[in-house]
């Protein structure tokens, strides 16, 4: 009841919106408003499946210029997904609910991965809040959770956080609840790009199946049977 | 007495508040109206900041159609009625947000896809056992149940075996479209999807190899989406858990499993051994994909088909048993699916990142978008199954489209819910459908030859998360649902709309020869009696269905393949109350291995038709609280309950439990 009042409560109270609820254009001529842009043809050339992929990275990848906890310049597509199996989360340095039970469930998670973190699949945490989340609280929180070299936390421009959010998916499509930080999607977006599979699971689930679902993305050849 | 999600007791002034406030909601963001500013000046808004709770207000009525309060376009989910509309039901509903529509597609000009009846093989090779054959690249559970309860009734290789290989294959949804490369179930006769529809009886158990012949996941050939490791699960089947398609065993190229179908009623093997309850006897039934994590992908990708269930009743002759019309000529299976299309490329896309639930802005109705049925003046069996991933329809008939005078609503009536025949037909004038959910409608259009008529889905729906205003009317009937919500907003609320103003996905050409019709007027028909439930329950578990800063949960706990929730004891009854905790969400809510009854819905006797017949998926509307009604028998094992809302269901709206000799009494599981 707790959460669930207070969220009720902002979502019937204040019903606005930096970004208006686009609640579904209807007329062809209404919809070069995809946040993307236009999209040139694909070449004939390309495969299929080189489509699906280039689609993929244009709507939902974007190339957005990001700095690492180290201060290092990073491109979202080329630098930190391109041909990688990866997970993505956000999180915030005051963020004093969901962010410490993730963050702590991705600390376990590294290491039941163990050295598969920067070699086979790559985790990165990104700041929700760039305005206050220095690269050094960027850093302390590292330390915090332990995070080893295949784990980056990651800051960009606020517009570019924001962009990146919306286009992984961590937005809800009630404007209230969606600008309200602390209602934050608290899920870690996992994939593996050149395979084209992508999925999530909730920050908040077991780190042993969390652990699991990320190494699919590794090994997607692999069976599971459970006997009951 | 009214209560609120969390079971509280409120005031009749402050339930009529919650109704009133939801409703506002969803309207001023159907409208478009989100910003303060706008809100502001049409006087919605205090300067503090507080929606006003003003009683019947509506953001239609105050705007006209199609224009906000600046004057300029609004995007909303009213499309321009096709009843004034050159092209019927073409590019009418919603984009989601983020979404680009699909290019124009002309509806009404290829025939309706009808699947073909599954063939059976006469051996499989190795043949079949009991424990799984590993050696052979068989991925199982378990050994089989079945043979293990009686060999000569149900032998290791029973009488009836098919062979289904899952494809990648090329077919077409429109001449408008460029070809599609999608996945489907092959029976030998080459692959398609929907896949064949079975034709089952009870009494002849039969088994299933499912080979996975997909591409290779490694081979860097995937078409944007979809997991090609699988498990296919026969839903609503009262089958032994090693062969129901558990989601969390999966198997890539190369693997099989073979499953066990019994096909036998509940309560053989318990209260009602040797057959079964006759009550409890199973009619439409469908497969489809259940790969966790990715069953949305999958089944968009073209994994489900039919499975109908025959027996010496419901026997597919119109001449014999209950003289439902003939299966398969008369007795039509209707897969109902929504699909979104690349507006450059015109390839089948699906969003990867959508947390909330999927919408298409294509309606395929058995693989081929807008179909048209040439059907002649008789009697027909529709079995509709809504495939999702995310949409909700509520189907009317409609008549007169495009010519002088209103669209005209015509009555049909409803014989099954989820596929199970309810105890006799009711007429309707509509009928509501939530993912993965079915309806069998017998439909007569004797008095309609040489007209064309339309299933038409007037529900409206902009997003994953459900029809807009679900609580003003569940099922629109000739009267009204008399909830409090209906006497507060009137009994027409947006979340049906008017006749002609909705999606024609399917067109009924009434121009086919005069047949003979052997089949009973659904008025003079009479089906099986509703099992009893008054036995006492040995435990009453809750459920709540909640959004946990994002993340979808049941009780606050996630989906976890490792993880089982709670023991349900074998030939046991158990009540469970489903609360919806997630204020505008509707979660289509499914359970394995038993179908339930509704108790109630609110505290109050259900109301609508199909909420009073045995059912597999339940809606679970905002606000809500629902108890059902349930008896555990006959198998043992694991199996999940679910929303099937896929997407939802795909983000850990889910959660495992076993059925065993002793179970246990966790309460909140």
Redesign the interface.
Known sequence: ?R??SR??FI???????AA?????????G??GN??FGK?P??PAAL???D???Q??QK??LPNIPLITHEGKQVLFYDDLVKDKAVSLNFFYGNCD??CPRVMANLAAVQKLLGRQVGRDIFMYSFTLKPEEDTLDVLRHHREMYHAGPGWTFLTAKPDDIEKLR?????S????AIDKDKT?????I?Y?NE?????????????A??IA??LEWMVH????????? | MYYNVFGEKVSKKRYKEMCAAAKNRRELIAAGLTSRRELFRMGLLTAGGVLIAKKGLSAQTVLTAGQNVNGTSVKTNNPPSSGQNMSPGTNQNCVPGNQTASPATRPFIQPLPIMPVAKTVSSLSPAPTENPNTAAGEVRAAPFQAPLIDSSRFPVVPGVLYQFNQRQFTTSFSPDLPNQTIWGFDDGTGTRSPGPTYQAFYGKPQLTRNINSLPSITEKNNTGFGMASVTTHLHNAHNPSESDGNPCDFYTNGHFCDQYYPNVLAGFNSDFAPNGDINEALSTLWYHDHRVDFTSQNTYKGLVGFYCLFNQFDTGDENTGFRLPSFPQFDIPLTFADKVFDPESGQLVFDLFNLDGILGDKFLVNGAIQPFFEVSPRRYRFRLLDTGPSRFYEFFLTGNIGGTGSPTTNPFFLIGTDGNLIPVPIQVNSVRIGPAERVDVVIDFTHLAGQTVYLENRINQINGQGPVAVDSQLFSQSEPVNTECTQVLGPTTPAVKPAGAGDLVLQFRVTGPKVKDNSLPPSQQKFYSLPSTVATPRVVRTFKFDRLNGQWSINGQFMDCNTFRFTVQQNSVEHWLLTNLTGDWTHPVHIHLEEHQILSRNRAAPTVPVDQGRKDVTQLHPNERVELFFRFRDWLGKYPIHCHNVVHEDHAMMALWHVEPTGDNVLVP
């Open positions: 009841m959460d669930i969220r009720k979502a019937a109270a204040v019903p606005l919106a208006p609820l686009v609640a579904g254009p209807l007329v062809s209404l919809l995809t946040a999209s043809s694909a495969t299929l499946s489509q699906a992929r689609r993929i709507h939902n609910e969901v919306k286009a992984i998916g961590f809800y499509p009630e404007p209602q934050h999607i608290g899920n977006r994939g050149p395979l084209m599979l992508w999925s999530a699971c909730p920050g908040m689930a077991h042993k199946w699991e679902t997607p050849e692999q069976n599971r049977i459970q006997a009951s």
